[in-house]
């Protein structure tokens, strides 16, 4: 396909939608980084570096040939794996948590491009293996050895709210690829049933994050202060909040990482419950638009992956905004283009790039092997 072509097929609503996002999470990321009367210029600079990086990812994507974002899942994914054990034997640590490689000025986080190598592998396992009637218990066991593995190097890291979206990407992933319901029924009763088992080999920390998502008041300085304040200024911000550059609870400090893994919390206190549903109106588009390539597109990989990205996202986006009104525990997943976040940033305007990418397989009718319409077939 040659470039004006591609060029003609470009999914533009796509692409403006998650500019509009980067755009609010730009001032967002000013308001959030301010202490009260001084301007937070630094990490706004750093920011606008990683959305003009993404938007040169999206492109760089988008404009890879036909198939070859199939014929290189394998190997990004063994190629992301490496890059987790390099976190493990050399990683930085903080917060006593090792999952960062050090660039330079920047810090890499693997584990977000993690989430779209097992994307992109779990598409293209669930075309080879899907069939007319559902996909079997046989079929789906590999597919969980295949995500065990990053999810184990992620959990070790450790970081269970990012191991934890590798697992809702394969359920989502399995539905979108019509693994049969008995088989689906049969791994959430097992899932439900793990839960308790996994209270074992929690650390401390994470149990004090369950039992103050519980009970926030059982240590409203410690464990339970981040989701107090976030409630405080989420509520603060009533119908249409106290104004841009308005808000109290980030720039006097009382929002511990308020221009990340809180970022929703200072947009609220700011925009107020009309500034939020906004936004939300604006992340639906995204996901509704993910989710309508996942009908259309006429290539089954094409298919399945886009039904992944779009899973990725509504992951994302759910329990950002559920942590943050105390709904969901402390988990420290980032709001897609709100939050700041080199890795973030470019993961999620990669993921919209192959989008991009793979539904240009829309408009060409494919037959054989694994090719052919699958979703409404």
């Known amino acids: 396909m040659t470039l004006p072509s591609k060029w003609a097929r470009m999914d533009w609503p796509l692409l403006l939608n998650a500019l509009a996002l980067c755009a609010i999470g730009l001032l967002n990321v000013y308001s959030g980084t301010r202490v009260h009367g001084v301007p937070g210029t630094a990490l706004v600079t750093k920011q606008l570096a990683w959305i003009l990086l993404g938007v040169a990812a999206f492109f760089a994507v988008y404009l890879l040939s036909d198939g070859f ?73 590999p597919a969980i050895g295949l995500v065990l593995a990053p999810f184990l190097l992620v959990a070790l890291q450790p970081d269970l709210g990012s191991a934890g979206v590798f697992l809702f990407i394969l359920a989502g992933m399995a539905v979108v690829a019509c693994v049969r319901w008995k088989v689906l029924a049969l791994f959430g009763t097992a899932g439900a049933a793990a839960v308790p088992v996994l209270w074992f080999f929690m650390k401390e920390y994470q149990r004090q994050r369950v039992l103050t998502f519980l009970n926030p008041e059982l240590d409203p300085l410690g464990a339970g202060y981040h989701v107090i304040q976030s409630k405080i200024a989420v509520g603060s911000g009533g119908l249409i909040g106290k104004g841009y550059l308005q808000g109290t609870q980030g720039s006097l400090r009382f929002l511990p ?41 006429q290539d089954r990989f094409a298919s399945f992956a ?72």
Not at 73 to 101: E, M, S, Y
Not at 311 to 336: D, K, R, S, Y
Request: net charge positive; hydrophobic share 55%.
């Open 69 to 141: 974002i199939e014929e290189a899942a394998n190997g990004f994914f063994i190629a992301v794996l490496l890059l987790l054990v390099v976190v493990l034997l050399v990683g930085r640590v903080r917060g006593g948590a090792q999952r960062w490689i050090a660039l330079g000025a920047f810090n890499l986080q693997p584990s977000e491009f993690a989430k779209i190598a097992v994307t992109f592998a779990l598409a293209k396992y669930f075309s080879r293996t899907y069939r007319y009637g559902g996909v079997g218990l046989r079929e789906v066991l």
């Open 257 to 297: 990482e308020q221009h990340t893994d809180f970022a929703f919390a200072v947009f609220s206190e700011e925009w107020g419950f009309l500034g939020s549903f906004l936004l939300l109106i604006l992340f639906l588009l995204l996901i509704y638009r993910l989710f309508f390539l996942t009908i259309r597109s």
């Open 306 to 377: 886009c039904g992944g990205i779009a899973v990725f996202f509504l992951t994302h986006i759910v329990i950002n905004m559920a942590m943050v009104c105390g709904l969901f525990p402390v988990v420290g997943i980032p709001l897609p283009f709100v939050s700041y976040g080199g890795s973030s940033m470019l993961t999620g305007m990669m993921a919209l790039g192959a989008a991009a990418n793979l539904s240009r397989s829309r408009f060409t009718f494919q037959g054989g092997g694994g090719k052919g319409r699958v979703i409404g077939s």
